[in-house]
């Protein structure tokens, strides 16, 4: 091999030259991007005579969560069906953003590109913490179904984002809630807490934790546990170990199934509490028998209202499968509705064409005060859903393979 | 917290056993195809969890939940056989298509051809599966021996049982047989074994068919004791199935047995032992860091692993 | 007559255009977002693609250069990432808010301090027990992301994240300011890289590479090059993460998974180790090209394909029109990108397959690659060639 001489270095240098050089080059003379202040960058979009208003999605098509995504997309695509606003039909275009930071960036990028009105999503969390700043930046409000960290709408730095919307209940207040029920209702005075080691598990644990010992009670052993965990033997033989009153557990259904089975197996008789990520149907479906007696709350009233039939109904006849099998179909289909009902009051006709203001849009969309298939929605200052903050969480036990409402 | 009740330890030991024994069988099959090929066989954990989905498809078609009596005896066992055959077709048609043309390509090339196999096939059964769970029937009888303070249910006896009569099975098969001779032979020496007139590649296409059925079988139980799967429940117990292989020395099959147990009980006991270190806690979040810092030590001071031999040092 | 141009020292034609053709290709790369039709969806794809390029220059240097196989380069991404978000993120519990250019250089340092930390417990491990060691360090090190709350915000993650200033200017924060900086870092680093490859560090880790037994026995110090190309590895690892971090502003333990160890070590091997272009093509088909297939673009250049399609779904209208059930037919080609990006997992488990059984050495091995893998294959009986066999490998 020969020994490359000091003409490297000279070629390599000369190379990152010309980068440097082109960026400058490119800089000042490129195109800027407007909306340069710090604020949102709303401006007016024009929809040609003959072309759909398009709504983006922002969730996981492929991959481990897609029973989760896609639902959620199908769900909100049902609000804008058949709908006409001022002649124009919707369109949705849906982008994968695979439940991760980098992708809901890319998701909202492509998004903003193919020039959407507004988004329905992205579904986690992370996705949106990393997107919003996008979003933002391009004026397009952005309304999750599902994100349910607390730093979504208090973000670390700066004020909440404007155009950042969501429609579930921040956690602290079912894990207030929980801890109330758990204390005054179910007489727990110890209880022992499984969770998900993700934002939705760890945040619910965390407010019911803060709670329950402000009420006097004690936590007497805290596990967490990954996703897609199935063996919970030696978290059960803890348990068993330390008699508790009762077992508060946080997470998603797909790991409760297991959890509860195998804690029935050695502990038939122990009290059982978790939240709205578990109260669904394949978590009787696949606990059987072993569910009965598990309570369960839900931020929404108690018994579902018509809006609810009436979206099951709908997403019956279109798809064939039943909503409630996937959480969050519900709220993503009043998140679109927000958008659309948002855009029916804003579009203008300008000749033949549509135009929408997107700063217009965006407080359209914050004003929307309505019952929506999920419960109430209403927005408050940080774009959380106070709709929901104002209805009391409910609680369901498991009686005979089904969730009846606690009084 | 050391005056736990013995109750609990003994309960805890039982749940690593239980575990382990499932570790054991599935890390079976790294080691004898990294014996026999020097390859690690990433796709192996699909092949567990094939097999469980091939155990949920028969044991559906004989009723499901509503076997009942001595059928039950016979579903499971069917059921099992069925997994086995399922998972080593599949172990097969890989090696034939996958790595069997890499078989003299350096070590990276099958490396990476066994993890893309891996992905195809995890993410093949989660699309046609739409990454919802499948639910197991819950038939097995329940019930459980006590004995003082110790515990253990009829499900759980029967899932350690079974995987050590199947590694029982597997070692007469190894050390009794002709096919289990010319297994060994090809592991220790491989142009010798051809040389000495035994059929390389039928030896090689057994290694794959027995360990693949062990992680069939291994597929069922799983199914049996935890009653959910997904295409995805392959990736974590396959992992730690080898780093369990590792630990009791790759290649070697009493190594990949001790290895099993060893990082179940580790899992559980030992956690749980390391929590009542004063100012120490290791809730279940830690398990799996656990598991893979033990891996870390015991190959610090045994860098071949528990059963390794200290021969293969070009490994 | 003497050879004029050997006379006026020009190397020969040959010579001028084999180093033309990777500054031409780097000049063209750097004009890339002054083309109208990069948009910023498309600068953000590529930036991505940088980043995979730069991370797998990184573990080429471990697994292509020194031949030791690291199932865990994540852990030195995610170090880098956190450092960059503990040090500038309000959430984290060190409210310090540092330059992006002060935390780089550490983040160079922290990244080798972790490579070596890594490296000494794993000095006498060979081929698959380091593989598995590196992987358990991987995921180590992601499950005390998620569980030391304290320091790392646990699965909430550190938000808010800094960019870089720039002097006289602005922050860096467009697409295309990203794109260049991730260029120039690639570029900086393959230079490097391939510096550090044809220098005595090198030859030593090919040494190493070849046969560790015979290197010592001719009196390389293995644990100080072993040590060193971990080291090295680690810190271009640790500097992709603060890129990264600064690029996205958020972190989690989402992003720092045993998949991106698999994604690097994909693009270099696939890519064809060591060789610097195969990496970038790597990185573009296996990073890349799923994210494009999303693109509008891509469906409105896949639209044409229309008479294809009429084709493909003949024999299906055909049977449809006779058939009393309904037939699937071959879906709109531009629904294909998506289609095929829905399914985008099962290709690249196939592509990884097909690849590494079609072409063993990747898809552009270096010449010397070229000789090892694709000797012909021995007879069953024959013991390959010493240089076949690809030794320890």
């Not at chain 1, 122990?270 to 072993?290: C, I, N, P, T, Y």
């Not at chain 2, 369990?244 to 990949?256: D, K």
């Not at chain 2, 810092?293 to 860098?303: D, E, H």
């Not at chain 3, 991987?138 to 909430?156: A, H, M, P």
Request: proline share 5%; hydrophobic share 50%.
């Amino acid at each position: 091999m020969r020994n490359p001489g000091p003409r490297r270095w000279r070629w390599m240098l000369l190379v990152a030259l010309t980068a440097v050089l082109t960026a400058a080059m490119v800089a000042c003379g490129g195109d800027d991007e407007e909306g340069g202040s710090s604020a949102a960058g709303f401006k007016t979009v024009t929809i040609q005579a003959g072309q759909p208003i398009k709504i983006g999605i922002s969730s996981v098509i492929s991959g481990d969560l897609e029973s989760l995504g896609v639902p959620i997309a199908q769900a909100a695509e049902l609000a804008g069906k058949d709908v006409q606003i001022q002649g124009f039909s919707i369109a949705f275009v849906r982008k994968d953003d695979g439940c991760s930071s980098e992708g809901g960036v890319n998701a909202a990028t492509q998004l903003i590109q193919e020039g959407v009105v507004a988004v329905v999503g992205p579904i986690c969390s992370s996705s949106v913490v990393a997107a919003q700043p996008e979003y933002e930046k391009a004026g397009i409000t952005h309304i999750s179904p599902s994100a349910t960290a607390v730093v979504v709408t208090a973000p670390a730095r700066g004020t909440p984002f404007a155009t950042t919307l969501r429609i579930p209940a921040n956690d602290g207040l079912q894990g207030i809630a929980q801890a109330k029920f758990a204390y005054e209702k179910l007489g727990a005075r110890k209880a022992y807490i499984v969770h998900d080691t993700d934002v939705y598990g760890t945040g619910l644990a965390d407010s019911f934790a803060k709670e329950f010992q402000r009420l006097g009670g004690t936590i007497v052993g805290r596990e967490g546990y990954e996703k897609r965990t199935t063996d919970f033997s030696s978290v059960v033989t803890k348990i068993q170990q330390q008699n508790p009153d009762l077992v508060y557990h946080s997470g998603f259904y797909a790991e409760a199934t297991p959890f509860i089975q195998q804690l029935r197996r050695v502990l038939p008789n122990v009290k059982f509490l978790s939240g709205d990520g578990v109260r669904d149907d394949e978590f009787l479906r696949g606990a059987g028998k072993d569910a009965e007696g598990a309570y369960l709350s839900q931020p929404s009233p108690p018994a579902p209202g018509p809006e609810f039939d009436t979206f099951k109904k709908k997403f019956q006849e279109a798809y064939g499968e039943d909503p409630s099998d996937s959480p969050f179909t519900a709220e993503a289909y009043d998140a679109a509705t927000v958008i659309v009902r948002a855009l029916q009051e804003v579009a203008q006709k300008d000749g033949n064409n549509l135009r929408i203001d997107l700063r217009k849009l965006n407080e359209a969309m914050r004003k929307q005060k309505f019952a929506g298939a999920s419960g109430p929605v209403e927005f408050g200052e940080n774009g959380d859903n106070i709709g929901k903050a104002s209805i009391e969480i409910s609680f369901y036990v498991v009686r005979n393979g089904k969730f009846e409402p606690v009084q | 917290m050391f005056l736990a009740s013995t109750s609990f330890w003994l309960d805890q030991m039982v749940n690593g056993l239980t575990i382990g024994s499932m570790y054991a069988l599935i890390a079976l099959g790294y080691t004898m195809v990294y014996g026999v090929l020097k390859m690690i066989n990433f796709a192996h954990g699909e092949v567990f969890m094939l097999g469980s989905y091939a155990g949920f498809g028969i044991l559906v078609a004989f009723g499901g939940e509503s076997i009942a009596g001595p059928m039950v005896a016979v579903a499971i066992a069917v059921a099992m056989a069925g997994a086995a055959l399922a998972s080593a077709s599949t172990s097969v048609v890989l090696e034939r298509i996958a790595y069997r043309p890499l078989r003299n390509a350096p070590r990276l090339a099958p490396l990476i051809t066994a993890i893309g196999a891996s992905i195809f096939l995890q993410f093949l059964v989660l699309d046609v599966t739409s990454a919802k769970a499948s639910f197991y029937p819950r038939i097995f009888p329940g019930g459980s021996i006590v004995i003082g303070a110790f515990r253990i249910t009829y499900l759980q006896l029967f899932l350690i049982g079974c995987s050590v009569a199947m590694m029982l099975f597997l070692s007469a098969i190894i050390q009794r047989t002709a096919v289990g001779r010319s297994i060994r032979a090809v592991a220790e020496n491989r142009t010798a074994a051809a040389l000495m007139g035994i059929d390389v590649d039928r030896a090689i296409v057994t290694t794959f068919v027995l360990g693949a059925a062990m992680a069939g079988v291994a597929g069922v139980l799983w199914g049996l004791f935890f009653l959910q799967i997904r295409g995805s429940m392959g990736f974590l117990p396959g992992i730690k199935a080898f780093t369990a292989a590792v630990l009791g020395g790759i290649g070697s099959i009493p190594g990949a047995m001790v290895g099993g147990y060893f990082l179940g009980l580790a899992e559980t006991v030992g956690r749980e032992a390391l929590s009542t270190i004063p100012g120490l806690n290791f809730p279940n979040e830690w398990r799996d860091v656990i598991a893979f810092s033990l891996l870390v030590f015991v190959l610090l001071f045994r860098p071949t692993g528990i059963f390794g031999e200290l021969v293969s040092r070009r490994a | 007559m003497p050879d004029i141009r050997l006379w006026l020292k020009v190397p020969p034609r040959r010579d001028v255009i084999r180093r033309l053709v990777p500054v031409a290709a780097v000049g063209l790369l750097a004009l890339v977002p002054a083309i109208p039709f990069f948009t910023d969806p498309w600068l953000r794809v590529f930036f991505l693609v940088g980043l995979y390029v730069l991370l797998g220059l990184g573990l080429n240097v471990v697994v292509g250069f020194a031949g030791l196989l690291d199932l865990g380069y994540v852990a030195f991404f995610a170090a880098g990432a956190y450092l960059m978000g503990i040090l500038t993120s309000p959430q984290s519990p060190i409210d310090l808010r540092l330059d992006f250019w002060v935390i780089l250089p550490l983040a160079l340092v922290l990244g080798a301090v972790v490579g070596l930390l890594l490296g000494l417990p794993v000095l006498p491990l060979r081929g698959d027990y380091l593989a598995i060691v590196t992987l358990g360090f991987g995921e180590i090190i992601r499950i005390l992301l998620v569980n030391l709350r304290g320091i790392t915000g646990g699965s909430q993650g550190l938000a808010a994240i800094e960019k870089p200033p720039v002097p006289g200017w602005q922050r860096i924060d467009e697409p295309w300011q990203w794109y260049y900086v991730i260029l120039v870092a690639a570029v900086v680093v393959a230079f490097l890289s391939a510096r550090l490859r044809d220098a005595r560090i090198g030859r030593a880790w090919e040494a190493i590479r070849e046969d560790e037994d015979v290197a010592a026995a001719m009196g390389i110090d293995t644990v100080k090059y072993k040590l060193l190309a971990f080291a090295t590895g680690a810190a271009v690892g640790s500097c992709g993460g603060v890129l990264f971090a600064s690029y996205i502003g958020f972190i989690n333990p989402t992003s720092f998974t045993l998949q991106v160890s698999i994604n690097v070590l994909a693009v270099v091997i696939i890519g064809g180790m060591g060789n610097t272009w195969g990496i970038v093509f790597g990185a573009f088909i296996l990073i890349g090209v799923p994210e494009l297939l999303q693109f509008r673009e891509t469906a409105d250049a896949l639209e044409r394909l229309g008479w294809l399609r009429t084709i493909l779904d003949a024999p299906f209208a055909a049977l449809d029109a006779v058939a009393p059930f309904g037939v699937w037919r071959v879906p709109e080609p531009e629904t294909w990108g998506r289609l095929v990006a829905d399914k985008r997992f099962i290709i690249y488990g196939a592509l990884l397959i097909i690849v590494m059984v079609l072409r063993p050495g990747g898809l552009f091995p270096s010449r010397r690659r070229r000789l090892e893998f694709e000797a012909p294959p021995p007879a069953e009986v024959a013991e390959p060639t010493a240089l076949a066999a690809g030794g320890s490998q």
